[in-house]
């Protein structure tokens, strides 16, 4: 049971590096729209500040992935159940964004469908 504890929090670690990537992308894009005069200046740093943060609170958020105690829990039930409570409490002790608790919980229950 632990190999496949420790290849879901692996899969789960290169999701939430992937989301990283495509939020940088997102802020490229808000980027070119503002350089093709699409959006104001404003709403272009307004999104790129926001977007930003939210990278940076994953990348944060994927090193305590490694302090989850993935062996306290009897059943895959229990298992994904703590490490969506462990995420929660993770971003909210840090005062991060919701979205990022968000975005942590789809990749979540896209590796449960990967893994179980």
């Known amino acids: 049971m632990s190999d496949k504890r420790d290849l879901f929090l692996k899969i ?8 990283s990537t495509d939020i940088a992308l997102l802020v490229d894009i808000y980027r ?3 350089e093709s005069r699409e959006i104001t200046h404003y709403v272009q740093q307004e999104n790129a500040a926001l977007l930003e943060r939210e990278i940076h ?7 305590e992935l490694d302090k989850f105690p993935k062996d306290d829990f009897s059943d895959k039930d229990s298992f994904v159940e703590g490490l969506s409570v462990f995420l929660k409490n993770f971003v909210k002790e840090n005062q991060f ?3 990022v608790f968000l975005l942590a919980e789809r990749k979540l229950q896209k590796v449960v469908k990967y893994i179980y």
């Open 97 to 99: 964004p919701q979205a």
């Open 32 to 34: 070119d729209r503002y």
């Open 57 to 63: 609170c994953l990348e944060k958020l994927v090193p």
């Open 12 to 19: 789960l670690r290169v999701e939430l590096e992937e989301t």
